[in-house]
């Protein structure tokens, strides 16, 4: 019983230093990357963990001969889904903003269960609960707030900031389709080979996608600044961060795991204020409020 109830703590405390983690990334680190172009960013972000993971899981590569034609496809899929239109589409956000209004934008991803358990109807045929469509409506209602306050939005002034939140959506709508082609993975591998082949599929995706777009000659103008956040987030953020949640995630359960990644919502808001001088405005910290409950709802439902 004391060993479970210790496992229990170390997961806990593994997933909301997880949590903390995305939250400082993402209001404070990958912002710092916004003089280079996005689908560069995002290649360099993939590509420096992966490089990292062949050092410490080279053995990795033995998987593949058990590797089936579906597991080539769900790789793919989470690749081109989470680890490349989402990953660009929240970079691409969170530059927008110009380090105004990042925590709107961290926070509207958030909404990605949303999408995870639509998808997951229509792919993976699970049953949607009881009272989803009011708790994912309160949340979706309260995420406008979030973004807009109480006025109505202004498309010349605003632009931006609409901008940015339509793409921090589809980073949600990727991430969750991710979670799902994920969890179709996650029935015949580890976490370890999941990650492993992740990063390395979304690497050669955005390779391609860089070369093809000529963006490869953006490695002129990577300062040694750059070069410093893009292994600083690498080794913390990317797969470090990756790695300790999911170490976490075998320790708990997913409500605990729930509750413990609040930690990336209230991280982020408290770094915005301390780094970038930035606050929500009452409405906007209330509506925050109201759409995380609501998801956590969503997922308490669920569990």
Do not use: C
């Not at 997880?18 to 995002?42: C, H, K, M, Q």
């Amino acid at each position: 019983m004391e060993l479970k109830h210790s496992q229990i703590i170390k997961g806990t405390i593994a997933i909301s230093i997880a949590a903390i983690l995305w939250g400082f990334d993402g209001v404070v680190l990958t912002p710092r990357l916004y003089n280079l172009e996005v689908s560069y960013v995002v290649l360099i972000l993939h590509l420096i963990p992966f490089l990292l993971m062949n050092i410490f899981f080279f053995n990795q590569y033995k998987q593949l001969k058990n590797f089936v034609r579906q597991d080539y496809l769900l790789f793919a899929m989470v690749a081109f889904f989470g680890g490349s239109i989402g990953t660009m589409a929240i970079v691409k956000a969170v530059f927008l903003v110009n380090f105004e209004h990042l925590t709107v934008v961290v926070l509207l991803q958030k909404l990605q269960p949303i999408f995870a358990i639509i998808l997951a109807r229509i792919i993976l045929k699970e049953k949607i609960r009881q009272h989803f469509a009011l708790w994912a409506s309160i949340a979706i209602l309260a995420s406008y707030f979030l973004t807009f306050g109480l006025n109505l939005p202004n498309f010349n002034t605003d632009s931006n900031t609409i901008e940015a939140a339509l793409y921090a959506l589809l980073a949600a709508l990727a991430f969750g389709s991710s979670t799902v082609f994920s969890k179709k993975i996650l029935h015949n591998h580890n976490f370890v080979t999941a990650t492993f082949f992740r990063y390395m599929f979304t690497t050669v995706f955005m390779i391609i996608f860089v070369l093809a777009t000529g963006y490869y000659t953006e490695v002129y103008k990577t300062t040694s600044n750059n070069w410093l956040f893009f292994i600083l987030i690498g080794i913390t953020t990317g797969s470090g961060a990756i790695f300790i949640y999911y170490y976490g995630l075998r320790r708990v359960k997913a409500i605990v795991a729930t509750m413990s990644e609040l930690l990336f919502p209230i991280s982020a808001i408290i770094f915005d204020y301390l780094i970038n001088d930035s606050l929500l405005s009452p409405i906007q910290f209330v509506s925050a409020a109201i759409m995380v409950f609501a998801l956590i709802r969503l997922n308490a439902k669920k569990n």
